[in-house]
């Protein structure tokens, strides 16, 4: 495939008040839907005691938990790849908007659900197939929106554009961590199991629904508005057109992806959960580091972002991987030793899992426009599909082995993966245009 250079005429202009408009409005929209989506593993333990049978032990509790988190990872390729189709069709808005709302729905209902004490095994059974839909969701949500924030801006900012927007979806993390701090901070372990968990929900669905409005005032992208006009369009299954002509970028994409998947699933999601089981920090101090982590994360990731408008998306993934290891070690040793460093170790964890802000630009350079939301799309739901899926479980079973430190060595073994990677790209094999 021939590939379209999309930007050539706007690099040399700055971002102007529209870009800033679209900038923020898509990365709020992005917090409020993400918030939903991860708001489920900060309540993993709870939700592990009242959706299964009871008398479970903790640490049994959580795993089940994680696992029907897991599933939401599953579902996103399908998601992911026929919005993707249809955006890469008909438009980038319309699937842009319709990603937020199918989030909006299941968390509103999930925050409604009976627990197993009133509907037994049908309990676990749709909050199953509820999680299924919000991966669809998030699945179309994630690539359509670094595609949508990339086309929007010059050239020589998208590395900008990208990361503000994982900021904004990051934030929604950090949403979900002040909310559940500040519940386990005001209200007892039994008010939680009773009603507290489903203010967390209701709450997530209202932010959807916020959100679908924001997204009234966001314009299609002037790519695809040109690609359009010029007919320029692929009349081909985009997905085949990507495994057929792209498959080293698809490669690369999922490698780095799985880097992500690392820093936002271990490092921001699970260690809130995972020190209060495996380390025996309180609840409470537990929510409010993590807090600071995904507050972290939020800088993090746009100081990705200006790193690779800067140096370049190679050398940023190689100081951003080799920062994630050696932040996630320090870390995770210091919770044996005691959690004495807890705050500022996190932070810096957090910090570095600002990789986040990073990946985005290398997926937005792998594809050509015609197809660049199924080929991003394709890539990271597949990867996140795989890691994502398994690192809950896996990480989850590695917290009671190794000293507590097994968590920390699978974060060092990927972002292992991600300094190969930055290597690959300095060789130059990774040519495609952003």
């Known amino acids: 495939m ?25 990365a709020l929209g992005g917090a409020l839907e993400f918030y939903d989506f991860v708001i489920f593993a900060y309540f993993a333990k709870t939700l592990g005691h009242l959706f299964f049978p009871p008398g479970t032990s903790d640490w049994v509790a959580q795993l089940q938990a994680f696992s029907i988190f897991a599933v939401g990872y599953l579902a996103r390729p399908l998601g992911g790849l026929v919005m993707a189709h ?6 980038r808005k319309r699937m842009f908007t319709l990603s937020v709302f199918l989030m909006a729905v299941p968390t509103l209902i999930i925050g409604v659900l009976p627990t197993y004490a009133t509907i037994g095994v049908l ?3 749709l909050l199953t197939l509820l999680r299924v839909v919000q991966g669809i969701a998030i699945g179309g949500e994630v690539p359509g929106a ?27 993390i950090l949403i979900g961590s002040l909310v559940a701090a500040g519940m386990n901070a005001r209200m007892s372990p039994a ?65 780095v992806t799985w880097v992500l998947t690392a820093a936002i699933v271990v490092v921001i999601l699970m260690t809130p959960t995972l020190m209060q089981t495996a380390f025996h920090v309180e609840s409470a101090r537990a929510f409010t580091a993590g807090s600071l982590a995904a507050l972290a994360l939020c800088i993090g990731c746009v100081l990705g972002g200006l790193l690779v408008d800067w140096q370049g998306k190679a050398r ?48 937005v350079a792998a594809f050509p426009p015609a197809i660049r939301f199924s080929g991003i799309s394709l890539s990271y739901n597949v990867a996140y599909a795989i890691c994502g899926a398994a690192t ?43």
């Open 316 to 363: 940023a993934m190689l100081v951003a991987s080799v920062g994630l290891a050696v932040s996630t070690y320090a870390l995770y040793a210091d919770l044996k030793a005691g959690g004495a460093n807890l705050f500022v170790l996190y932070s810096l964890a957090g910090l570095f899992a600002g990789v986040a802000g990073i990946v985005p630009s290398v997926l």
């Open 2 to 26: 021939t590939v379209i250079d999309d930007s050539a005429h706007i690099d040399n202009r700055p971002l102007d008040r529209r870009d800033a408009k679209t900038l923020v409005l898509s």
């Open 146 to 172: 670094w595609v949508f924030v990339a086309e929007h801006v010059p050239r020589h900012r998208v590395g900008l554009a990208c990361a503000s927007l994982s900021a904004g979806l990051t934030f929604g």
């Open 392 to 434: 809950p479980v896996l990480v989850g079973y590695l917290a009671k082995s190794a000293g507590g430190l097994g968590p920390a060595h699978y974060v060092g073994l990927v972002a292992l993966v991600g300094m190969c990677s930055a290597f690959y790209m300095m060789r130059g094999r990774n040519t495609s245009p952003p």
């Open 191 to 255: 008010e939680m199991l009773d009603h507290g968990w489903r203010i967390a929900f209701l709450l997530g669905g209202v932010f959807g629904f916020f959100a679908v409005y924001l997204r009234r005032w966001l314009s299609e992208t002037p790519v695809f508005a040109r690609m359009r006009e010029r007919k320029e369009l692929t009349t081909e299954l985009p997905a085949w057109v990507v495994l057929r002509d792209h498959l080293p970028s698809v490669l690369l994409s999922m490698v």
């Open 123 to 125: 309990a676990p059974v």
């Open 86 to 91: 249809f955006g890469d069709r008909i438009g």
